[in-house]
């Protein structure tokens, strides 16, 4: 299991180094590879703006539309998807 977190780990350390790059944060990204010993594998999900990126927009998305009007449809939709499946559940387990 020790051996998992560490490639966990080792794998956001070079997301993190494909997200500054793609901030154009060289320097950052120069810093954070030496200092963190980060490995100079290319990451298997290149998207445009870095993964880390896409993930945090979707996360921030969906997270937000539990709050807030501002979201997206998909959002949205996936919210009341998720709340019809507890509905589901919660009726299954009272059965």
Excluded at 18 to 43: I, Q
Excluded at 78 to 88: D, H, L, M, S, T
Aim: glycine fraction near 4%.
């Amino acid at each position: 299991m020790a051996q998992s977190n560490w490639e966990a780990d080792k794998m956001l350390d070079v997301y993190i180094h494909d997200y500054l790059l793609k901030r154009k944060l060289h320097a950052s990204a120069k810093a954070f590879m030496t200092e963190g010993k980060v490995a100079t594998d290319p990451v298997a999900i290149d998207a445009p703006g870095g993964f880390l990126f896409e993930w945090w927009s979707v996360f921030w998305d969906i997270f937000i539309a539990r709050t807030n009007e501002k979201h997206s449809e998909a959002a949205a939709a996936y919210i009341e998807v998720q709340q019809i499946k507890a509905r589901e559940q919660q009726q299954l387990q009272m059965q």
